[in-house]
């Protein structure tokens, strides 16, 4: 499996906005190890690719560097370059830190040069551009905690900890499953806006096969672990090759 820049192969769920230079996804069938959790096996492979999740088979390269068996001073090195956003956005955040805390964890990480002002400024402009600041009607956000927020709101919190780095591929763990529609298409946007204005790459895992077709370029279908269709976006949604492939599209009404 392959994190590569635009230019090389083609990769998976890659977003329509996506222009020259971005990274532009996933290629290849890695295998997850077994997992003793009872955690779906598409979001392992999220979990894989970014070397969360050990693997039993296959490697995991990003930009032609392997990363499924690199040291933890090289994993930790890379981090800045690949992050994650979670199904789940409460429970992605620590209830005990601030937002403030929560947004500027990884650039005190990963930007050490920052002054503490320098790292707050970063972190107010983020946080801004997710529509959580005082000009947005959120008052005292650097000082408030998760709980004080709504679920669309705290799913913003954890786009803002995750783009702040300006990674080159965000992977989205089913990013808006949990939120009502009306702040599901409220986040999209969010999502869109940030990929256009800071060119990331988006590997999207969802069982919406409505936001997946709004968001990719490419598709790649799983089914019990197993790659069983993938290709363009419009030709997928449009002449589906695999018999579970027409029937997921049939279920969702979208062949």
């Known amino acids: 499996m392959t994190l590569s820049p635009a ?10 906005s996506m222009g020259d230079g971005v990274p532009s996804g996933i ?10 959790r009872p955690r779906p096996i598409i979001e392992r492979l999220g979990m894989a ?14 930009d032609g560097e392997r990363i499924d068996d690199a040291s933890r001073d090289r994993l930790r090195a890379m981090r800045r370059r690949m992050q994650v956003v979670f199904q789940d956005p409460f429970g992605s955040l620590s ?10 964890e990884g650039l005190a990480l990963h930007r050490s040069e920052l002054s503490i002002t320098e790292r707050e400024q970063l972190v107010l402009q983020m946080l801004d551009e997710v529509g ?16 004080e927020f709504s679920g669309g709101q705290r799913q913003r919190i954890a786009i803002a900890r995750a783009v702040v780095l300006r990674p080159e591929v965000l992977v989205l763990d089913e990013p808006t499953s949990a939120l009502d529609v009306s702040v599901q298409q409220q986040v999209l946007g969010l999502l869109a806006q940030l990929q256009q204005r ?3 790459a988006y590997v999207f895992i969802s069982h919406d096969l409505a936001v997946v077709r709004a968001m990719s370029h490419r598709v790649m279908v799983m089914k019990d672990g197993d790659v069983v269709e993938e290709g363009n976006a419009e ?6 090759q695999a018999p579970y492939t027409k029937a997921l599209l049939a279920a969702a009404q979208l062949a």
Request: glycine letters at 10%; aromatic letters at 8%; hydrophobic letters at 40%.
């Open 7 to 16: 230019g090389r192969r083609p990769g998976v769920f890659r977003p329509r």
């Open 27 to 36: 290629m290849s069938d890695p295998t997850p190890a077994p997992d003793p």
């Open 49 to 62: 690719l970014l070397a969360l999740q050990p693997i039993a088979a296959g490697q995991v390269l990003f």
């Open 95 to 104: 209830p005990r830190m601030t937002v403030g805390q929560i947004v500027g």
């Open 132 to 147: 959580l600041s005082e000009r947005q009607g959120v008052v005292n956000v650097l000082h408030r905690y998760p709980h």
């Open 198 to 200: 800071y060119g990331l």
């Open 235 to 240: 030709a997928l949604f449009a002449t589906p």
